[in-house]
């Protein structure tokens, strides 16, 4: 990962005339309340990281989602009546429309957190849950993958290019979904694995008068 360096301060001021010390930078309010409240580092790296995972994720399935429309339009047009991969090409475009509204308000969502981003006790719990929706949503995909399989066979069956293509194309979105699903429960757990960097403890002036801050790199 890119190296940065990262001063926080993690010590009241040193100087006895200021009877408070000055804010961190990793120290929040929280919103109902008028005191400070130090929120320890690794709480705030993690949540940041957690930040950044949602909205590669939903950056990606957004991606997908106007890929698969633009695709799937454009085939549509170019594929003769009787070809499965006419219909298959219907069904991404239809299917991803409702993928293309959860990623917007995914990386919506996203954006309005950010404002909240090192004010979180509670952030490992978050991200559990957060794992638990997409485990949910990988159970989901594997019912996809075998309505789509069957939706194959009878298609099949009945000699029906309609029902063939649409069999298949909900056989693809099925396993991108499964990738995705699981990628992200596997990205938000290496997440709640990592440790703090390795980091060094040095004193700096601050405007009060001076601190203890750690610097390491992320």
């Known amino acids: 990962m890119p190296t940065a360096s990262l001063a926080i301060a993690v010590a009241a001021a040193l100087v006895a005339a ?11 309010a929280l919103p109902a309340d008028s005191e400070r409240v130090y929120v320890p580092p690794y709480l705030v790296l993690l949540d940041l990281r957690q930040r950044r995972i949602q909205t590669a994720g939903m950056a990606t399935l957004t991606g997908w989602s106007i890929a698969n429309i633009v695709g799937g339009v454009a085939g549509n047009l170019a594929t003769e009546r009787g070809d499965p991969l006419r219909y298959a090409h219907q069904m991404n475009a239809m299917w991803n429309t409702v993928n293309l509204t959860l990623g917007a308000i995914g990386l919506a969502n996203a954006r309005r957190e950010r404002a909240v981003i090192g ?14 929706v997409f485990a949910i949503n990988a159970l989901l995909d594997v019912v996809y993958m075998l309505g789509g399989y069957a939706t194959w066979e009878i298609g099949k069956d009945l000699e029906s290019p309609r029902v063939v293509g649409y069999g298949g194309a909900v056989i693809l979105q ?6 995705f699903d699981l990628g992200m ?3 938000h757990e290496r997440n709640l694995r990592r440790r703090l960097p390795g980091y060094a403890i040095a004193p700096a002036p601050t405007p009060g008068g001076a601190a203890m801050v750690l610097r390491g790199a992320f």
């Not at 200021?18 to 929040?28: D, G, K, Q």
């Not at 004010?119 to 638990?132: D, L, M, P």
């Not at 099925?174 to 990738?179: D, E, S, V």
């Open 119 to 132: 004010r979180r006790f509670g952030v490992a719990g978050e991200i559990a849950k957060t794992q638990r």
């Open 185 to 187: 429960i596997a990205a």
């Open 174 to 179: 099925g396993a991108f979904l499964m990738a």
């Open 18 to 28: 200021s009877p408070t010390a000055p804010s961190s930078p990793t120290a929040a």
